[in-house]
């Protein structure tokens, strides 16, 4: 099954000259695959929408409790909740809207040169990240195929980390490392990007680590007995 290339219909970046890209790409350079976060699992794992629905849950359960135990009657209980109902409701919508416009609004590019990261909801920012600058990799699998791809850049290429969030490997602010956040076929990407990494540098250039990095070491396994 050729995974490489997914069909986008995004209207709202059609000044674009090619799908998630600045510019249309050179004749020597060519899209291996194209992809973008689940809005769900941004909503989760970023947002935090999961915590906050139990959050609530408890809150509603604990005011319930509370307001029968009290002596009120059940009419009356209820009618205590009618206000935290629909703040609790928007409150979560609000999370998942900005899980969804995340997702929506980003496009993550592998070509057989660089990984580019189109980003942002309201400030769009593409970022090209020459596959030569990139050190090592590092994936992070979740479930049904899904997971985090962290990208751990030269010392010399630096990004700020809040230019990059939420697409940025949480607590590396110091070295901030992009990230492809809750991409499909995780794995068949990982094992893309370790291919296409060797091509441009090299099984010689690839560095030993004394302690591989969790995740992607499965990926480049084959190139360094030490992992990338």
Do not use: C
């Not at 928007?90 to 999370?95: E, F, M």
């Not at 809040?162 to 607590?171: A, F």
């Not at 992009?178 to 560095?207: K, S």
């Amino acid at each position: 099954m050729n995974k490489t290339a997914k069909p986008f219909v995004a209207r709202e970046h059609e000044f674009e000259a090619q799908y998630g890209l600045p510019e249309r790409l050179p004749a020597s350079e060519r899209i291996l695959w194209q992809g973008a976060p689940s809005w769900a699992l941004m909503a989760r794992q970023v947002f935090h929408a999961d915590k906050a629905a139990l959050y609530f849950a408890v809150m509603l359960g604990w005011r319930f409790a509370s307001s029968l135990s009290d002596g009120a009657s059940l009419a009356e209980t209820f009618a205590s909740l009618t206000w935290l109902v629909p703040l609790f409701t928007l409150a979560l919508g609000a999370l998942l809207l900005l899980g969804w416009l995340s997702a929506r609004t980003t496009a993550y590019t592998l070509t057989n040169r660089r990984v580019v990261m189109r980003i942002g909801i309201v400030l769009t920012i593409t970022y090209n990240l020459p596959l030569r600058r990139i050190e090592s990799a590092d994936l992070r699998p979740g479930t049904h195929g899904r997971g985090d791809i962290a990208l751990a850049l030269e010392p010399a290429t630096r990004i700020a980390w809040l230019h990059l969030w939420p697409h940025v490997r949480p607590w590396r602010v110091a070295r901030t490392q992009p990230m492809l956040r809750a991409i499909d076929d995780a794995d068949y990407v990982a094992t893309l990007l370790r291919q296409v990494w060797a091509e441009v540098n090299g099984a010689a250039a690839i560095p030993v680590r004394p302690e591989p990095i969790e995740g992607l070491a499965r990926a480049f396994d084959k190139l360094s007995p030490n992992g990338l």
